[in-house]
């Protein structure tokens, strides 16, 4: 289990922001379990992203 989180902000009725965190501990996790030794896939690393919009 990872943790995320969200942090928004509005600047004014026109502008706002996020920041988006997606597994914030950055934890090593097996995403899909296959058989031993085969298929086994690593999850995510730790991503962030940045969305900036503007309302007119």
Do not use: C, Q
Not at 16 to 37: C, P, Q, R, S
Request: proline share 2%.
């Amino acid at each position: 289990m990872t943790a995320s989180a969200k942090l928004g902000y509005r600047f004014n009725d026109h502008f706002d922001a996020a920041l988006d965190v997606d597994n914030l501990f950055d934890l090593k996790y097996i995403d899909l379990l296959g058989y031993e030794g085969y298929y086994n896939y690593w999850g995510e690393p730790r991503s962030i992203r940045l969305t900036l919009r503007a309302k007119y």
